[in-house]
């Protein structure tokens, strides 16, 4: 069977506004998990945070030839703790989330 692997190697998120309880927000875990070797295409990622935040970017690239994958989908416009990005289609292949 063809595995398909989504690899979140690097976790960086642009927030803007940060106030000071912003500035201490992490990153708690991610869907598919870093590092994650999953069985079918992957559409949607979430991110979920210690803390409320407003993510005003979120970028998908696959490794190697730094390809970017769109976003097919508009982040939230309010703070939250639990961020989902819909994306293109990503198949088998290494990519990085920033």
């Known amino acids: 069977m063809l595995r398909y692997k989504c690899a979140a ?3 960086l998120f642009l927030v803007t506004g940060a106030t000071a309880a912003l500035a201490h927000a992490k990153m708690t875990s991610s869907v598919p998990k870093d590092g994650a070797t999953v069985t079918a295409p992957v559409s949607e990622i979430q991110l979920n945070f210690s803390t409320p935040l407003r993510l005003t970017l979120v970028q998908v690239m696959r490794d190697g030839d ?3 994958i769109p ?3 508009e982040l939230p416009k309010s703070a939250s703790s639990a ?4 994306v293109s289609t990503l198949w088998s292949g290494s990519y990085k989330v920033s």
């Open 9 to 11: 190697v690097t976790m």
């Open 66 to 68: 730094q390809m970017q």
């Open 71 to 73: 976003l097919t989908g």
């Open 83 to 86: 961020v989902k990005a819909a």
